[in-house]
């Protein structure tokens, strides 16, 4: 027990607490406390009234209790009753109990207020502070209902203690935050700006937290806080280090009030008075100079509390951003940082650079230290503090040394800790596209991040780079030749192969003439892969398998026999309904393999040469006869081959046959508007028998239940020969989506069930609503979307004539309003438009570009959601 | 057929180069003005002392949490900050805060503060409040702030309110606790 207890110390206090010290185990801390508690509970209850002094010893041994992590819910009372005891510690212990143990029972509340508004009112300052400091400690709505508009005026009345002022400063800051609603501005405000000229540095500190929190709401009330701000500021940094007495720390004059002071001025921008400008330029342009300047001690503190207000004077400098001198001066110094001793200084040089590399007007000088923060990534022994390095590095990327960087942290990257690795590929994944001159060299990038950090490479990263190695066929045998050379690797990651197995079945025919990776090489490189990956990337190899035939035919009969000896067959695990490669195949073109989507592909045609024709699926035989309740996703069959190919027919209009056979002809007419749309769907039996059982359901695959709703009528179960019935659909848009709805028909033709899944025409295109606008208007839209993200592009072969009038009638079919007289070049296409669904509109913008010589387009989508640019950007680029 | 459009401008957020002239340049765009971003009032968040074995000494909070997240929060500060080593830097980022610690003997302080909120100064306030109770416990140690916990909560009281700081002046701090001292020692004399 320490010999030392100031004030009037507690015996019992300090024995109970000597006793939990002693217990040697959790239970016999758990056991005394326990006897404690009754002890307690038991004095409270008891018939004797406790005199002051033990109802505030036992109050504060709950208290204590409550602190080590057990839960008291009593002596709530008895703390109350302190509160309005006339002895100093008593009342204080009380204020402690109930700032520490906030109960919201009502009664006690009242009298907690009661207690408070009577010590508010008794003008001794002791007790005012101490009821405010209780205000400020609870912060609670209820408070702020009794108190929020006393204290103003307690803060500026003319008669109020300076320590009373500090404390109602800070207690309406509280509950202003807590309950903006319940402060009353009014005269009181422009008296509390003039705060920042009292003569108590003490005031002023706490009045400056809350007018900087006070003016973000209210910037117009509070506009000459900024004068007053400059000059207060000037006055201590002009002055001497002892003339402060107190409220210098280590020879900085009041570095806590100089802070806040810089921090009031960020909430504004440059001061518009020149001699205030200028005044505060100097005060600015003094802290960079004291900071070459010899330190006059050599404490840490004197160093920190300098140095606190430097890293707030460079803040400042960046949040104005316009005075180029001091942004290159606030470089310098933070390059000096860099190589500082201290580590703390290190890693604050490297954050505050991040900001600076921002600025066109720094960005340069921010440049210049490159090596160092190389360096610092290369032997920093602090994870955050390499964190902050690669940050800066990715902030301070260009043209000029992008290749640098990403070769720097690729290299990181295999001894980077687990915790940053994903940030860290993203980074070079986007460095080394934004930046990519040569695109070989963006590929050797992507394909070095999956080889040292395969499992932190997202889906979104390797599909990229195959929609890039797509569209530029500059690069497409190099990416060949190099995902070769990569999955002669003993061990891949899966990734690789991912992408190995898509670019050497779209590409692989590029480096087939080399006999070291002839087709059959290529192929059992592959297939060596194949029984160590999951099934979806399984289901991507096979599609590769069928390419190859496609490509090399010379591979076929080897392919076919691996496919007939059922090696390829997928795992138990896989989806019932894909019994067989053929399926699964199905399968395939509607997940990964299609994503990065290169138009129809040829592949569909094989695989009636593969599979015998497909026997009734046995789900369709056992299926009950009635009309089945609505199938989910997982009871229809997989679209039909076609589906995607018919589904594109109708993103550019709306009218049509969706489809047709020997038995049934459905057609579609439908129109929309804003975000609701009504369709009608025609089925014709083209047969003289009856359709039975007849079920058409729209079914909303994963999470296009959340985006699109459809209603449905149900229509009669029975179809005569050549009768046709009609189906409405209703149809609500509820924020963007990607993948259509599915229409699942089924029905029973002369006693055999027939089952078709198809994909119901409603893309996020039909949701367009046209905007007209001036060119100029355009530009600036087209400005704000800069961002990498919101762009899509295209560049792809016109499988169609080229013609513009089509080529209107198209963009016009597709909903975007087609806008004359924007691009310089007659020949191109600009275009706007807003979705419109439920949840939020998207505006659109699109710019597409015919090159009639060599017969290509080049697409370009911009709009504020990224999966919405890419989705449009690829539904159109289908159409021409 | 090769394509003949020209290679794709170096980053996505910049139109292609040929017959744009009308389009400006997204680094043009950049260059415009951007207006001054205000920054959101910050202040502390909590303030935690925990000794080396990680055993809570104070806990203050300035943001209304309930009990569970309070211990959540404490479990893994207390974590997180003993399994730093010495020469670490004394700044770490933790959820969407940052955290400012220091260790003075067997005790660590340590504060959670806002995004834009200033470390260095933050790391001074710890200073300051051990300064504090210093002076007035006298060379104090762990068992002090153990024995006096409610004179601990007191002293922070007087200095910081509702996480800002409210007077930086020791002289006027103490003044303000040993005046209450006294106030009771006189009120137990007239009793």
Known sequence: MPAVSKGDGMRGLAVFISDIRNCKSKEAEIKRINKELANIRSKFKGDKALDGYSKKKYVCKLLFIFLLGHDIDFGHMEAVNLLSSNKYTEKQIGYLFISVLVNSNSELIRLINNAIKNDLASRNPTFMCLALHCIANVGSREMGEAFAADIPRILVAGDSMDSVKQSAALCLLRLYKASPDLVPMGEWTARVVH?????????????????????????????????????????IVSSASTDLQDYTYYFVPAPWLSVKLLRLLQCYPPPEDAAVKGRL??????????????????????????????????????????????????????????????????YLALESMCTLASSEFSHEAVKTHIDT???????????????????????????????????????????????????????????????????????????????????????????????????????????????????????????????????????????????????????????SKFHLCSVATRALLLSTYIKFINLFPETKATIQGVLRAGSAAPPPAAPPASAGAGNLLVDVFDGPAAQPSLGPTPEEAFLSELEPPAPESPMALLADPAPAADPGPEDIGPPIPEADELLNKFVCKNNGVLFENQLLQIGVKSEFRQNLGRMYLFYGNKTSVQFQNFSPTVVHPGDLQTQLAVQTKRVAAQVDGGAQVQQVLNIECLRDFLTPPLLSVRFRYGGAPQALTLKLPVTINKFFQPTEMAAQDFFQRWKQLSLPQQEAQKIFKANHPMDAEVTKAKLLGFGSALLDNVDPNPENFVGAGIIQTKALQVGCLLRLEPNAQAQMYRLTLRTSKESVSRHLCELLAQQF | TPCNCPPRAATTASLPQHGDRGFPFAAAAAAGQAPPRPRPAAA??????????????????????????????????????????????????????????????????????????????????????????????????????????????????????????????????????EQADLLSVLSNIKS
């Not at chain 2, 416990?137 to 996480?163: H, P, Q, R, T, W």
């Open chain 1, 195 to 235: 705060l920042l000229n009292d003569q108590h540095m003490g005031v002023v500190t706490a009045a400056v937290s809350l007018i900087t929190c006070l003016c973000k709401k209210n910037p117009d009330d509070f506009k000459t806080c900024v004068s007053l701000a400059v000059s207060r500021l000037s006055r």
């Open chain 1, 281 to 346: 330029v100097e005060c600015l342009e003094t802290v960079l100079n004291k900071a070459q300047e010899p330190p006059k001690s050599k404490k840490v503190q004197h160093s920190n509390a300098k140095n606190a207000i430097l890293f707030e004077t460079i803040s400042l400098i960046i949040h104005y951003d316009s005075e180029p001198n001091l942004l290159v001066r606030a470089c310098n110094q933070l390059g000096q940082f860099l190589q500082h001793r201290e580590t703390n200084l290190r």
């Open chain 1, 373 to 527: 923060v190389i360096n610092a990534l290369k032997t920093e022994r602090d994870v955050s503090v390499r964190q902050r390095a690669a940050d800066l590095l990715y902030a301070m990327c260009d043209r000029s040394n992008a290749k640098q960087i990403v070769s720097e942290m690729l290299r990181y990257l295999e001894t980077a800790d687990y915790a940053i690795r994903e940030e860290i590929v993203l980074k070079v994944a986007i460095l080394a596209e934004k930046y990519a001159v040569d695109y070989s060299w963006y590929v050797d990038t992507i394909l070095n991040l999956i080889r040292i950090a395969g499992d932190y490479v997202s889906e979104e990263v390797w599909y990229r780079v195959l929609q890039i190695v797509t569209n530029r066929d500059d690069v497409q045998g190099y990416a060949a030749k190099t995902v070769f050379e990569a999955l002669q690797a003993p061990a891949c990651h899966e990734n690789m192969v991912k992408v190995g197995g898509y670019i050497l079945g779209e590409f692989g025919n590029l480096i087939a003439g080399d006999p070291r990776s002839s087709p059959p090489v290529q192929f059992s490189l592959l297939h």
């Open chain 2, 44 to 177: 502390m968040q909590f303030m935690l002392l925990f000794s080396r074995q990680g055993k809570l000494r104070l806990q203050k909070w300035y943001v209304p949490l309930s009990d569970k997240e309070k211990k959540k929060i404490t479990r893994e500060l207390v974590q997180t900050v003993l399994a730093r080593k010495p020469k670490m830097c004394s700044f770490l980022e933790w959820r969407d805060l940052k955290i400012v610690y220091k260790r003075y003997a067997s005790l660590y302080f340590c504060c959670a503060i806002e995004d834009q909120d200033n470390e260095l100064i933050t790391l001074e306030i710890i200073h300051r409040y051990v300064e504090l109770l210093d002076k007035y416990f006298g060379s104090v140690c762990e068992l002090d702030i153990i024995f006096n916990f409610e004179k601990a909560y007191f002293i922070l009281d007087e200095f910081l309110l509702g996480g800002e700081v409210q007077e930086t002046s020791k002289k006027n701090v103490l003044k303000a606790i």
